[in-house]
């Protein structure tokens, strides 16, 4: 994700011209443009047109379908950022719970228990670290020197990596309770901590497992294809050849706040929009060791 001031119009509106959401788009901006020049020259310099023409009323029905897809961009830009939004809470209620869950237990072992605090130390934020690397489906195992836990690096890679790690933490919380080193009440408080880590982890598969549907995608796009190499053929009689511009520039604004709704409704992947899940995962590990190495 590019963090940038809001503020600083120049450098956000450089950001924009430069995007790839831009360059894509140049070349078929190229393409709206000749077609609008043929539309124009067609109807004014071939057929001859007048301005009694009843072509000249098709700008009507644009008038008309203009705020029905101005409704449609709306609610699909809309339902892409709740998406972007839900996922960047889910991650922000994983930073919460590791931190609560180490301090928990910071509290709960005794300071001179190295062997269950080293293990907590690096197990909880390996929930974090193998949650990222499943939503990026990129299933790198992650290289632990563990020499009291070796568990923690048999991870087996062609398996859900988090489901595994909250398996382990949870094993170790019930073996402490066993061991009687936690009491009842302490083990359902951190029973809490670990079933929210899992649901966590749901809520994030749904996002990514669950796309926009195709057929209201493919609508959009659809629509907005029609309705803007429709527009010269009404417009021309009021524009002229400015529609070579003017058409252009109108199909700019509806295929970008499409693609600006496509690029964040998949907030885990690594486009420049997409959430910093590999830093927010570090930042786990980083405090999660702070708080557990006292």
Not at 30 to 48: I, M, P, Q
Not at 160 to 169: D, R, T, Y
């Amino acid at each position: 994700m590019k963090v940038y001031n809001p503020k600083d119009w120049f450098h956000t509106i450089k950001h924009l011209l430069k995007s790839d959401h831009s360059k894509k788009i140049f070349p078929i901006l190229l393409l709206v443009s000749a077609f609008s020049w043929g539309v124009a020259y067609l109807e004014l310099e071939y057929l001859n047109l007048s301005d009694k023409s009843w072509v000249k009323n098709i700008t009507t029905v644009h008038n008309l379908l203009g705020f029905v897809l101005s409704l449609i961009l709306v609610f699909r830009t809309n339902t892409a950022y709740d998406r972007w939004w839900e996922a960047r809470k889910q991650w922000g209620a994983l930073t919460n719970i590791s931190r609560t869950l180490s301090i928990k237990l910071n509290a709960m072992l005794p300071v001179d228990d190295k062997v269950n605090r080293n293990f907590f130390r690096k197990s909880i934020p390996l929930f974090a670290e193998t949650l990222f690397s499943f939503l990026r489906s990129d299933y790198t195992k992650f290289m632990l020197d563990e020499k009291d836990h070796p568990e923690l690096a048999d991870l087996d890679d062609k398996k859900h990596g988090p489901n595994q790690v909250a398996s382990l933490i949870f094993k170790k919380v019930n073996a402490l309770y066993t061991e009687n080193k936690i009491t009842g009440d302490q083990l359902r408080i951190l029973h809490e901590d670990i079933t929210g880590m899992t649901n966590v982890c749901g809520a994030c598969e749904r996002i990514k497992n669950t796309p926009i549907p195709i057929a209201y995608s493919s609508f959009i796009k659809i629509f907005i294809i029609i309705y803007s190499i429709t527009l010269p053929v009404g417009y021309v009689f009021s524009m002229g050849y400015f529609v070579t511009l003017a058409v252009p520039f109108i199909f700019y604004v509806l295929i970008t706040i499409e693609m600006i709704g496509e690029s964040i409704e998949e907030p885990f992947g690594l486009d420049s929009d997409d959430l910093p899940i590999d830093k927010i995962a570090n930042n786990i590990r980083k405090h999660c060791r702070e708080i557990l190495a006292q």
